[in-house]
T-cell receptor
């Protein structure tokens, strides 16, 4: 069964460093998302991406964050200068159609900022 | 602020019993709702989606939606210890775009005792 894959599964970085989290969405999906979950808290929407541009973003997704689809398969989330409070599980997700259509999640990337 | 509210639990039921999980939402424009199961440290896994008022059954799971009351529920019949997890209620809500993005509740932790 097709799945969303994410790398790395876990990354430890020093505060102020740049981090890139990578995702390969399901191949025939058109809508891509990043969510995050701080330990013990709820899953929070960050950004959605369609047709090579951001379609919606939450207030969490500030200038420190950016997303890119550098080729036909990868979808990346970059955090320019990490802060301690960026420590969280980051989930990539994709969907074939919208509105409606199921959103499928990857296994997540744990980011620990020290 | 668009919100999805859940009782965080924990909800403890004996094996074989019915577990009842509830959720309310604030955005009257939301049309689609999803129940995800999340094991500790893992990604959300879709259990059921529901779009229309009333009940939707899938095996041991029944989702219920009442749009007038802005209320969604999930019933798990014949609960098994393997059902022990956190159950996330999510609504598809708009941030001004047309796609809709998932907004999650905090989740209800379910424990099924053998």
């Amino acid at each position: 069964e097709p799945e969303v894959t994410q790398t790395p599964s876990h990354q430890v970085t020093q505060m102020g460093q740049e981090v890139i989290l990578r995702c390969v969405p399901i191949s025939n999906h058109l809508y891509f998302y990043w969510y995050r979950q701080i330990l013990g808290q709820k899953v929070e929407f960050l950004v959605s991406f369609y047709n090579n541009e951001i379609s919606e973003k939450s207030e969490i997704f500030d200038d420190q964050f950016s997303v890119e689809r550098p080729d036909g398969s990868n979808f990346t989330l970059k955090i320019r200068s990490t802060k301690l409070e960026d420590s969280a599980m980051y989930f990539c997700a994709s969907r074939k159609t919208a509105p409606g259509g199921t959103i499928y999640f990857g296994e997540g990337s744990w980011l620990t900022v020290v | 602020q668009k919100e999805v509210e859940q009782n965080s639990g924990p909800l403890s039921v004996p094996e074989g019993a019915i577990a009842s999980l509830n959720c309310t939402y604030s955005d009257r424009g939301s049309q689609s709702f999803f129940w995800y199961r999340q094991y500790s440290g893992k990604s959300p896994e879709l259990i059921m989606s529901i779009y229309s008022n009333g009940d939707k059954e899938d095996g041991r799971f029944t989702a219920q939606l009442n749009k007038a009351s802005q209320y969604v529920s999930l019933l798990i019949r014949d609960s098994q210890p393997s059902d022990s997890a956190t159950y996330l209620c999510a609504g598809l809500m708009n941030y001004g775009g047309s796609q809709g993005n998932l907004i999650f509740g905090k989740g209800t932790k379910l424990s099924v005792k053998p």
